[in-house]
């Protein structure tokens, strides 16, 4: 099974609103990343979490960790239309250096 | 500055035929490098990883098989497709360790028919 899942599977929104997606895993990690794909093409790296804190920005992305729960968000503020791509949580566990796993990916949409 | 080549973009190739992939990373060096396996609307499915030269781990049994001729190069392949080896294929590579990301390459779209 897939050591992410993110939720929801897809999202549709306009621009302008914020977007916010969900992973959880499920054994304890070293890191968390999310990584962006456009369709057809490679993974961009967007932000790494790691296990000791709780919250990271960077320009409009905002990712929590709640270790506790083993969860995590992303949210997309003020979407625009090139923000449509598929999004991934990647999971670096503990006991698997080096490797990550990936999840299903949530698609999103931004409709302008 | 660091860069990841991966040919070719698409393949089709029929059932039964011999395959490989190619991937090149510039810029660094002793980088980690992996095969993704992505099926449609799916996430990455980790096939192969590197930690150096000649040293190959395997995550699933399967068709396929890796090789690192060369520390900055990374080949995937078979000796006969089979249909379901069909999907898109990710190389990326990392600076090794934990806490670092990965750089993907653009991907190798490949049609077993």
């Known amino acids: 099974s897939q050591q992410g899942e993110e939720d929801p599977q897809a999202l549709s929104i306009q621009e302008g609103e914020n977007a916010t997606m969900n992973c959880s895993y499920k054994t304890s990690i070293n890191n968390l990343q999310w990584y962006r794909q456009n369709s057809g093409r490679g993974l961009v790296h967007l932000i790494l979490i790691r296990s000791n804190e709780r919250e990271k920005h960077s320009g409009r992305l905002r990712v929590t960790l709640d270790t506790s729960k083993k969860s995590s968000s992303l949210l997309i503020t003020a979407s625009r239309a090139a923000d449509t791509a598929s999004y991934f949580c990647?999971?670096?566990?503990?006991?698997?250096?080096?490797?990550?796993?990936f999840g299903a990916g949530t698609q999103v949409v931004v409709t302008p | 500055s660091q860069t990841i080549h991966q040919w070719p973009a698409t393949l089709v190739q029929p059932v039964g035929s011999p395959l490989s992939l190619e991937c090149t990373v510039e810029g660094t060096s002793n980088p980690n490098l992996y095969w993704y396996r992505q099926a449609a609307g799916r996430g990455l499915q980790l096939l192969f990883y590197s930690v150096g030269i000649g040293q190959i781990s395997s995550e699933v049994p399967q068709n396929l098989s890796a090789s690192r001729p060369q520390d900055r190069q990374f080949i995937l392949s078979s000796k006969k497709l089979l249909l379901s080896d069909s999907g898109f294929y990710l190389c990326?590579?990392?600076?090794?360790?934990?806490?670092?990301?990965?750089?993907f390459g653009p991907g190798t779209r490949l049609t077993v028919l």
């Open positions: 990326a590579w990392s600076f090794g360790g934990s806490y670092n990301e990965e750089f």
């Open positions: 990647a999971t670096d566990k503990t006991d698997s250096w080096g490797k990550l796993q």
